[in-house]
């Protein structure tokens, strides 16, 4: 009984930490107030992460801080943590892929040109993230930065988790060395196709 009374409340609260975050909003206002958000965006609308990955899980949450930062544009800092499954370039299996970027955006209106040349190297340091000037759609933000942060080339982290078929054989065709097995794996590879399109 107890324990349940204890699940219940560890439920309430993670409830009450799911409140759903907002769709779309005006990152000044955001910036201005100094805002947090975390919480899960649902990946439903993100077409671009779901072509270049086998499945990805129906959430991804998020924990952002919106500051003003270089000249005043909105900054967005945080982090994204979100789990997909990709096709293991070694032995075609799925493999689950962690993805946990750290993210520091300055978000500009895609109008807005930026100041001049003196301030090229401090522009150089920084990711600019554009939106209509209006409204900042979350969920476009949250998909790029997983795009970016996907590996080129997913491979299980060790050979042994790897399928031991795929490793028997690929032993037995003698492939003499890693590089060349690689390119006969991504010719195979249709996932591949799709990255090289890129
Ligand atoms: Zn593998």
């Given at each position: 009984?107890?324990?349940?009374?204890?699940?219940?409340?560890?439920?309430?609260?993670?409830?009450q930490?799911?409140?759903?975050?907002?769709?779309?909003?005006?990152?000044?206002?955001?910036?201005?107030?100094?805002?947090?958000?975390?919480?899960?965006?649902?990946?439903?609308?993100?077409?671009?992460?779901?072509?270049?990955?086998?499945?990805?899980?129906?959430?991804?949450?998020?924990?952002?801080?919106?500051?003003?930062?270089?000249?005043?544009?909105?900054?967005?800092?945080?982090?994204?943590?979100?789990?997909?499954?990709?096709?293991?370039?070694?032995?075609?299996?799925?493999?689950?892929?962690?993805?946990?970027?750290?993210?520091?955006?300055?978000?500009?209106?895609?109008?807005?040109?930026?100041?001049?040349?003196?301030?090229?190297k401090?522009?150089?340091?920084?990711?600019?993230?554009?939106?209509?000037?209006?409204?900042?759609?979350?969920s476009?933000?949250?998909?790029?930065?997983?795009?970016?942060?996907?590996?080129l080339?997913?491979?299980?982290?060790?050979?042994?988790?790897?399928?031991?078929?795929?490793v028997?054989?690929l032993?037995?065709?003698?492939?003499p060395?890693?590089?060349?097995?690689?390119?006969?794996?991504?010719?195979?590879?249709?996932?591949?196709?799709?990255k090289?399109?890129?």
């Amino acid at each position: 009984m107890k324990r349940y009374a204890f699940f219940r409340i560890l439920q309430c609260m993670s409830e009450q930490h799911q409140k759903p975050l907002p769709v779309r909003f005006d990152p000044i206002n955001f910036a201005h107030h100094g805002r947090e958000l975390e919480g899960p965006i649902a990946t439903k609308g993100m077409l671009r992460l779901r072509e270049n990955v086998v499945t990805s899980n129906d959430l991804v949450s998020a924990k952002l801080n919106f500051s003003r930062g270089l000249y005043g544009y909105p900054l967005v800092t945080g982090q994204v943590k979100a789990s997909v499954t990709m096709r293991c370039e070694r032995c075609l299996d799925e493999v689950q892929v962690d993805l946990n970027p750290d993210i520091s955006i300055l978000v500009k209106s895609e109008e807005d040109t930026l100041p001049g040349n003196e301030g090229e190297k401090d522009t150089d340091r920084h990711e600019f993230y554009g939106y209509d000037g209006k409204t900042l759609k979350l969920s476009d933000l949250i998909e790029e930065e997983l795009l970016l942060a996907l590996p080129l080339v997913p491979k299980h982290q060790d050979i042994s988790l790897c399928n031991q078929d795929v490793v028997a054989w690929l032993a037995a065709n003698d492939a003499p060395d890693e590089r060349q097995e690689a390119s006969i794996e991504r010719a195979d590879n249709p996932f591949a196709i799709l990255k090289s399109a890129d």
